[in-house]
């Protein structure tokens, strides 16, 4: 068994940051890409970020230049550094990856999900 655990959600006013971390726990051989994902009230999840192993990035267009997605692949932890936030970025926000493990590959492993809230 595996699984993500994320931490770092909360309030901020506009214009402040937050780190998130995503830990994956378990007997884990290696995780090929991460990413985070978002879900706002009313809306569809969305990719926010993603990285591969390599430590390849990509971003949704509403984030560039605000957030930075990065990982450590010996602590099998991918973060998510946001800046600049605004209440538009308010939602959910939950860690995925793709993990191979000791019991064999989980492509889909998800998060709780931390909510991260942006008002003043």
């Known amino acids: 068994q595996v699984q993500l655990v994320e931490s770092g959600g909360g309030l901020v006013q506009p214009g402040g940051s937050l780190r998130l971390s995503c830990a994956a726990a378990?007997?884990?051989?290696?995780?090929?890409?991460m990413g985070w994902y978002r879900q706002a009230p009313g809306k569809q999840r969305e990719l926010v970020a993603g990285?591969?192993?390599?430590?390849?990035?990509n971003y949704t267009d509403p984030v560039k230049g605000r957030f930075t997605i990065s990982r450590d692949n010996a602590k099998n932890t991918v973060y998510l550094q946001m800046n600049n936030l605004t209440p538009e970025d308010t939602a959910v926000y939950l860690c995925n990856a793709d993990i191979q493990a000791k019991q064999g590959r989980y492509p889909e492993v998800w998060g709780q999900g931390t909510r991260v809230t942006v008002s003043s």
């Open positions: 990285i591969t192993r390599g430590g390849s990035t």
């Open positions: 378990g007997s884990i051989f290696w995780i090929n890409a």
